[in-house]
């Protein structure tokens, strides 16, 4: 295929599935055994292109938190993004230097997909009829941040499931309270994440990166992504996210018992 329409494709499955609790990683690499596979480096890039759609979005809310700090309330809710993201980088650092590589074979992440399904089925039943709560609790903040680690080391697990979830779980029963928590911490990951993975490539002298397809799959993938979370955030307003659990169960299954790539 055509690398620049593979590179858009991938922005565009990137963009769809970052946010949406269906996992961005499990899809790429999914894809890419179709579409061919791409560096550690190009992944992460252009799930910063998301990221970016993401701040464009919140981009309100992110001014209200940086100029608000002299407000009790705003600072705590930025204190315990910073504790979220601090536990993450931490955490990810730590599995990084282990050398963990994400696992590229398909049943892992058909598994994956499935079990995060279920876990939404659960969890949607657990805190249905709750009162709703939209403050985030310390000990959910701290959960936000392990899940990202977690998420991140188990492809198919998806980062906005197990985040927004773990977060419902802990007592943040609001969806969009929830969501919005999820949503703002993952900037400061994926940033970081996106800017490590950089300054590795260029340590090791890995050059051969075709920056030019790469802006182009970071444009997409933001493009993309800021239609998909603005279309996300109108439709948890008076949804569940049990569609979502279906789909993975339903993709995870075919891939496991329909698909040859499963293998």
Known sequence: MNDILSVILLGIIEGITEFLPVSSTGHLLIAEH???????????????????????????????????LGDPEQR???????????????LGLVVSKAG??????????AWALVI???????????????????????????LVGL???????????????????????????????ATEFAFLVGIPTM????????????????THEDWGLLAIAFAVSCVTAFVAVRWLLGY?????FTAFAWYRIALGLALLFGLPAAT
């Open 34 to 68: 179709w579409l061919g596979a791409r560096s550690d480096l190009f992944n992460i890039a252009i799930q910063a292109g998301a990221i970016l759609a993401v701040c464009l979005l919140y981009r309100q809310r992110l001014w209200q938190l940086a100029s608000g």
């Open 76 to 90: 705590r809710y930025a204190a315990k993004l910073a504790l979220a993201f601090g536990i993450t980088a931490v």
């Open 100 to 109: 963990f590589k994400l696992p590229t074979e398909i049943t892992p992440i």
């Open 116 to 142: 995060g399904g279920i876990w939404i089925l659960l969890a949607e039943r657990l805190v249905a009829n709750k009162p709703e709560v939209s403050e985030i609790a310390w000990h959910t903040a701290a």
């Open 147 to 177: 899940l990202q680690v977690v998420a991140g080391v188990f492809p198919g697990t998806s980062r906005s499931a197990a985040t927004i979830f773990v977060a419902l779980l802990a007592g943040t029963t609001s969806r969009a309270a």
């Open 191 to 206: 940033f970081a994440a996106s800017g490590y993975e950089l300054m590795k490539s260029l340590k090791a002298g890995q």
């Open 236 to 240: 948890i307003r008076t949804h569940r």
